[in-house]
């Protein structure tokens, strides 16, 4: 029997309407369009602003653009993994709901979360599901409605984050392609330096937690911004090294849209050329667990079958990591 590998073979993406440009937030706090965009390069994010509507919302939406330019039946889905920061409720799953609501009847569901490396390691459960010979279709979603956790009266925060979606297919491969190797790592020195103080079991919701904004993202930007340097451009140029990739060999990075200067920093330890590096960071900001899968969503018509993509993110906790993953098809 051939090796199984674990290949993307779909993608999907949804972005709400609503833009909040740099301009706007010039209105809110204390900050201007080249302060951002020097810092971040960031330009605009989306919000899902109607009510009501959560990130099983912005998930459904993924999928279902991914079913419908696929054109797969949902009911021969076998799992959904939703990736996401921000579910709709603490308790009852949203991926859960999510499988329900695209038609997925046949499938098991539930979440994962790693900050802005859940669907890093998304990629790696999909994988391994494939792999075991036991599931054929895997749907990994990365959704997150970041505006539901932002304190728009905090400038480290507010002017980085937005809301989006983006989906993958996983399926078997017998020609090697798909995921190569993967290197994930987690420490919990992180655990302060990005954050929600309140909402979870140590400290549940109250009055005063209410009062003392603490249900909202916490970020020590500076920290966070020397970790995400080292620690994404370390596991991107450890895969190359033990996978004999060279910056000729490679072809795209599909780096975490967190911050602009981050993305460089890694693909310069990797030697790319910028060509090579694709970023719409400008467009969406930092939508956390759907940065990776918009990337493919937007660039889908430059890969080849074959091509290597290296994929690196980072998060809070602190979680990053890096994966080599060979694409299966032409568009």
């Known amino acids: 029997m051939n090796t199984i590998t674990a290949a993307i073979t779909a993608v999907g993406a949804y972005v709400p309407e609503f833009v909040l440009s740099n301009q706007v937030l ?71 709901f999510v499988a329900t609501q695209i038609g997925a009847v046949n499938a098991f569901a539930y979440d994962l979360q790693a900050a802005c490396s859940s669907f890093l390691y998304g990629m790696s459960n999909a994988a391994a599901y494939i792999q075991s010979g036991r599931y054929k279709k895997v749907l990994l979603i990365g959704a ?126 990797m030697g790319l050329d910028e060509k090579k590096v694709l970023i719409n960071i400008q467009k969406y900001g930092n939508t956390t667990s759907a940065t990776l899968p918009l990337l493919l969503s937007d660039f889908e018509d430059k890969f080849k079958k074959g091509d290597n993509l290296i994929f690196a993110a980072f998060g809070g906790g602190f979680t990053w990591g890096s994966i080599y993953l060979k694409w299966a098809y032409n568009k």
């Open 144 to 269: 997150d409605k970041m505006s539901s956790i932002i304190d728009y009266a905090d400038r480290a925060t507010c002017i980085i984050f937005g809301d989006g979606a983006g989906a993958v297919l996983f399926e078997p491969n017998y020609e090697g392609l798909g995921l190569q190797d993967e290197l994930l790592k987690s420490d919990g020195i992180g655990r302060e330096y990005l954050k929600i103080d309140a909402g979870g079991s140590i400290l549940p919701t109250s009055k005063e937690t209410v009062e003392n904004r603490q249900h909202f993202v916490y970020q020590d930007g500076k920290t966070v911004f020397k970790y995400a340097v080292s620690g994404m451009a370390d596991v991107s140029e450890k895969i190359m090294e033990r996978n004999n990739l060279t910056k000729d060999s490679v072809n795209w990075l599909i780096a975490h849209q967190a911050n602009k200067r981050i993305i460089d920093a890694t693909a310069n330890r």
């Open 26 to 96: 010039e209105k809110m706090v204390e900050t201007n369009d080249e302060w951002i965009t020097t810092r971040t390069g960031i330009k605009e994010r989306r919000l899902l602003k109607d009510k009501g509507k959560g990130t099983s919302f912005l998930a459904i939406k993924a999928a279902q653009d991914l079913i419908a330019r696929a054109n797969i039946n949902p009911a021969e889905i076998d799992l959904v993994i939703l990736a996401s920061t921000t579910p709709d409720m603490p308790v009852a799953a949203t991926g859960v």
